[in-house]
């Protein structure tokens, strides 16, 4: 490592940006950021995009949990001394109260804000297919989709918004932790799904599939399986009544009339519970707001999985 990319342990050596102005040499130096340092870098933070909340209770939380490393992402001053990029990241090591070591570069034309960030963001999907993962794409939906579930709440993967935040570093240790579950839920969402015409997405049959089948497994493939072809139901059949829910509205749907997923997934739980007791179902419908406002169905039986360690 030269001077120039020398290590500041405490971030005592580094006394802050250079100004020299036009023409100056840009520098680099892997620096240890604490909150105090943070605060200090952020009061140069006068010109700088708006502040995604989201993100920067992501990285906070990757920083709290001990899974944020040097990664060659980097904090940015213009020759000017402003802050042109790492706001967020600062932002976080003053929330979480974690130090974090980073590359900081000073001296670049302050024109150069127009080009950070300008690539496509890496997703999980990306990561995932770095990693050999076939389908990644799917498996990344899927993974997102049952994290939220087991992690956040049944409800969650569907829309509706929650103050647990995942990031992506959580839904990657879950993908880790259960990798063959989730690959098997996404061969059941693609399967069921195209043998009864999408009623359901891929990911919303997926998921469903797969808390279902922890319940019960001989259950979850029954009650799928008849979903998608309709087989010896008769009427009054919770999976019939929900078949024929599902397809009127598959086909209000396709004349311009929307239904949210997680109206379809709380009428497949509703069938599901039913199913499962024994009892009949006429009508299948769910009020997730107004007067008649229902809690969002929870399947009998169920307990959320641990956190992936």
Same mark, same amino acid.
């Given at each position: ?21 036009? %023409? ?21 933070? !006068? ?46 090591? +003053? ?11 000073? %001296? ?43 992690? +956040? ?25 259960? *990798? ?26 997926? +998921?469903?599939?797969?808390?279902? $089948?922890?319940?019960?497994? !001989?259950? $979850? ?8 072809d309709g087989a010896g ?13 599902? *397809? ?12 949210t997923p997680r109206y ?23 009020? %997730? ?16 999985? *641990?956190?992936?360690?």
């Amino acid at each position: 490592m030269t001077d120039d990319m020398r290590m500041d342990r405490d971030g005592g050596g580094w006394k802050g940006p250079r100004t020299e102005g036009p %023409g100056m040499k840009p520098g680099c130096r892997l620096v240890h950021i604490t909150p105090e340092l943070a605060s200090r870098m952020l009061e140069s933070n !006068d010109r700088n995009r708006p502040i995604h909340e989201v993100k920067g209770l992501e990285y906070a939380k990757d920083m709290a949990d001990g899974r944020w490393g040097v990664n060659g992402a980097t904090i940015c001053f213009d020759w000017n001394g402003r802050l042109i990029d790492g706001q967020h990241r600062l932002r976080a090591c +003053v929330k979480s109260g974690i130090p974090f070591d980073v590359f900081v570069i000073d %001296g670049l034309d302050p024109e150069s804000i127009l080009t950070i960030d300008g690539g496509a963001a890496r997703n999980l999907a990306d990561v995932l297919r770095i990693e050999g993962e076939a389908s990644s794409r799917a498996v990344a939906a899927l993974a997102t989709a049952d994290a939220r579930w087991n992690l +956040v709440s049944p409800s969650a993967p569907f829309g509706a918004g929650s103050g647990n935040i995942l990031t992506r570093t959580d839904i990657h240790d879950w993908y880790r932790a259960h *990798a063959d579950d989730i690959r098997a839920g996404v061969r059941m969402g693609r399967n069921i799904g195209s043998a009864c015409g999408f009623l359901l997405s891929q990911t919303i049959t997926g +998921v469903l599939w797969l808390n279902l $089948a922890r319940i019960d497994s !001989d259950d $979850a493939d029954d009650f799928f399986q008849r979903l998608a072809d309709g087989a010896g139901l008769e009427e009054g059949s919770p999976i019939l009544t929900l078949r024929n829910t599902l *397809a009127r509205l598959k086909a209000q749907r396709d004349n311009g009339i929307g239904t949210t997923p997680r109206y379809k997934a709380a009428i497949t739980l509703k069938a599901w519970n039913r199913y499962r007791r024994g009892e009949r179902a006429m009508v299948l419908s769910w009020h %997730g707001g107004g007067s008649k406002r229902e809690p969002f169905p929870t399947p009998d039986g169920w307990t959320a999985l *641990a956190k992936a360690a």
